[in-house]
């Protein structure tokens, strides 16, 4: 049996509403919905156009603020001063790769205007290489799940090309996303935070989980 409509929310159309409940549904799996395409397009242009103030009250309840982005198709959830124990955790090695990638994607957008941030997992690889070359990177079997962990937050896209024969060939497209989830002032706020673990004294190991970002 299913729970009756809330009355605060009787005002939404009926033909919404099943739209609106996936829209919800959506933001909590995956922290984002990017409309750029198909079903989340859909989706997308009703929250933006129709439903912006229910689904801020929805979320404002658990203390997360819903942010519209106004260059790209994107609505992303960020936590309120981390309130609710709602920020995003992550491992030593997915730190790495989260560092790595932010980097790639500033220095990508400082050197021109461009509609998508664009690398190989293998151009990856070895920008971790030379942001942290006295750490011990991680191998394939870390890199893949981490990298699909990022894409079920809407951090990245990844894309294997019809003649790809390796996983080093799969193309990934850092999303603005991922600047919001760690948001720097500047590089050098990004340099400060990689010296606490090239010098060491981040002793976080590959299975303890620590806060870096708001997820």
Same mark, same amino acid.
């Given at each position: %049996?299913?729970? !009756?409509?809330? *009355?605060?929310? *009787? ?6 509403? *099943? ?11 995956? @922290? ?16 933006? @156009? ?8 929805? $979320?404002?309840?658990?203390? %997360?603020?819903?942010? $519209? ?20 955790? $992550? ?19 400082? *050197? ?9 997992? +293998? ?5 971790? +290489?030379?942001? $942290?070359?006295?750490? &011990?990177? !991680?191998?394939?079997? &870390? #890199?893949?799940?981490?990298?699909? +962990? ?24 850092? #999303? !603005? ?5 760690? !948001? ?6 990004? +340099? ?24």
């Amino acid at each position: %049996m299913s729970l !009756p409509w809330p *009355e605060h929310l *009787e005002h939404i159309p009926q033909e919404d509403r *099943e739209a609106f409940t996936e829209i919800l549904t959506r933001l909590l799996a995956h @922290n984002a919905l990017i409309g750029d395409e198909g079903r989340e397009r859909q989706l997308y242009l009703l929250a933006r @156009n129709d439903l912006g103030s229910e689904i801020e009250s929805y $979320f404002a309840v658990i203390r %997360m603020s819903v942010f $519209f982005d106004p260059d790209a198709p994107i609505i992303q959830l960020r936590p309120m001063d981390n309130a609710g124990g709602l920020s995003g955790r $992550f491992n030593k090695a997915e730190t790495l790769v989260l560092l790595t990638l932010w980097r790639c994607y500033h220095d990508i957008r400082m *050197e021109s205007v461009t509609h998508g941030v664009f690398l190989s997992v +293998k151009d990856l690889w070895e920008k971790l +290489k030379i942001f $942290f070359e006295d750490i &011990q990177p !991680p191998n394939e079997g &870390q #890199l893949k799940p981490i990298l699909q +962990k990022f894409r079920r937050h809407r951090l990245i896209r990844m894309q294997r090309a019809n003649d790809a024969e390796t996983f080093d060939e799969v193309s990934l497209e850092i #999303l !603005p996303t991922l600047q919001r989830t760690i !948001p720097f002032e500047d590089v050098t706020a990004w +340099k400060d935070q990689c010296e606490l673990y090239r010098d060491g004294s981040e002793s976080s190991g590959d299975g303890e989980e620590e806060e870096v970002a708001s997820l």
